[in-house]
């Protein structure tokens, strides 16, 4: 069973960087995708990021193209997330994410098979 940990989440002014680490508890290659989503309050969880764990294309919201970058470490079993540049609208609980892609989809598009971490939050001031 695929096991997921966030780690690197917290507080920085708008402008700063971070980096999110997502440690798996098996090989990242274990599912064709991982991705890195964000939540607020009262609001639906969204897309940040995803990479396909084969190819390592990679796939990004509008919002955070040009500022962040997602990367993955096979041999260490984990996936990153630099956030650079942030805004406070940043602000949120990111999760990493495990799962398979839609037949003739892709990492950004239908999923199944989710496993979620926990979740790292970022607070951004301004």
């Known amino acids: 069973q695929i096991q997921l940990m966030e780690s690197g989440g917290g507080y920085v002014p708008a402008g700063g960087s971070l980096r999110l680490s997502c440690i798996s508890s098996?090989?990242?290659?274990?599912?064709?995708?991982m991705g890195w989503f964000r939540q607020t309050p009262g609001q639906e969880r969204e897309g940040v990021a995803a990479i396909a764990t084969g190819a390592g294309t990679t796939y990004y919201a509008d919002s955070v193209k040009g500022r962040f970058d997602v990367s993955r470490d096979s041999a260490k079993s984990t996936l990153y997330l630099q956030m650079d540049s942030l805004k406070p609208e940043d602000t949120a609980k990111y999760y990493c994410a495990a799962y398979e892609r839609a037949y003739g989809s892709t990492c950004w598009g239908r999923r199944y098979r989710e496993v979620w971490g926990q979740g790292t939050l970022v607070t951004v001031s301004s």
């Open positions: 098996v090989s990242i290659s274990a599912t064709h995708c």
